[in-house]
């Protein structure tokens, strides 16, 4: 329950940085993107081992919607 709450609110409070692509005042890129990439392998897998541990019942609703999230933001990331 504790790692889950400390996965959820380095996300909560994660601010992403933006730089302008080739000078352009209407294209941006995200700066730092390995080390984010990390992370959310890191956080997929953690939260991936914790729904398949039995006493995951009380926090099901929570990690399964976490991992919902990191994975759009994943494939969103891919796609940029």
Do not use: Y
């Given at each position: 329950e504790n790692t889950v709450a400390k996965i959820r609110n380095f996300w909560d409070g994660l601010y992403l940085n933006m730089v302008?692509?080739?000078?352009?005042?209407?294209?941006?890129?995200?700066s730092g993107i390995?080390?984010?990439l990390q992370y959310l392998e890191d956080h997929q897998a953690t939260l991936q081992a914790t729904?398949?541990?039995?006493?995951?019942?009380?926090i099901a609703d929570t990690v399964s919607t976490?991992?919902?999230r990191l994975s759009a933001l994943y494939e969103t990331?891919?796609?940029w």
């Open positions: 302008p692509f080739k000078n352009s005042e209407h294209c941006f890129l995200l390995d080390e984010l729904m398949n541990s039995r006493f995951v019942a009380g976490l991992l919902t990331i891919e796609q």
